[in-house]
Structures are given as C-alpha cells and as structure tokens.
C-alpha cells in the first residue's frame, strides 16, 4: 500500500499562490492515479483535481480550472498541486488521495494540511 503525507500548506493572502505537496511511500507509486480534495469548514469534502498513473489525463474540478496544476514525479514518489490565484473560498483543509490504476475510488489518504486564503 501506499501511504501519504501533504505538506505546503499555509496562510497566504488572496490573489497568491501556495504550492501543496504530497510524499508517497511505498515501492508501488506508479501503481496509483492520484487526486486531491478539500473540505471547507462545514462542508463536505469535494474534488479537486486529479492525474492518472503516469502523469497524463489532469483533470479538475470547474471551481479550480485554469489556477490550479497537479503533477506527480514517480521518482520521486510525489505529487504536487500548484495553486494560483488564490481566492477566500479556497480556504480549506487539503487532502491527497491515491486510487489504483484502473480503479475510481480512492480509497488511500493522507492526514490533510490546511491552506486558508486571507481577503
């Protein structure tokens, strides 16, 4: 299995940008597509974006498109969501999230780190 850990979370004002990273361990990286959610405080979680096992087919959800980039380096056993233009409503608790290849559900997790965006 795999386990992940987020990191680059931050305080930032809106209009900026934070880049969110998630270290995977595990010999089986490039078994999994990866994604990232977020869930605002009194909200469900939703999708944020996510990339299959060898890094093509991005997608995203239409709140984040054209701000947001996820990219993985399975040499690194990393994945990385570039955040720009940051708005207040981005304010939420980021997770990273691992499915196996061929699979939709993700169903691996990391703990969260939490990006609030100040207006």
């Known amino acids: 299995q795999v386990q992940l850990v987020e990191s680059g979370g931050g305080l930032v004002q809106a209009g900026g940008s934070l880049r969110l990273s998630c270290a995977a361990s595990?010999?089986?990286?490039?078994?999994?597509?990866m994604g990232w959610f977020r869930q605002a405080p009194g909200k469900e979680r939703e999708f944020v974006a996510a990339?299959?096992?060898?890094?093509?087919?991005?997608t995203y959800a239409d709140s984040v498109k054209g701000r947001f980039t996820i990219s993985r380096d399975n040499a690194k056993n990393t994945v990385s969501l570039q955040m720009n233009s940051l708005k207040s409503e981005d304010t939420a608790v980021y997770y990273c999230?691992?499915?196996?290849?061929?699979?939709?559900?993700?169903?691996?997790w990391g703990r969260g780190t939490q990006v609030t965006v100040s207006s």
């Open positions: 999230a691992a499915r196996r290849a061929g699979t939709d559900l993700f169903n691996l």
């Open positions: 595990g010999r089986t990286f490039s078994n999994y597509g």
């Open positions: 990339i299959n096992w060898s890094g093509g087919r991005p």
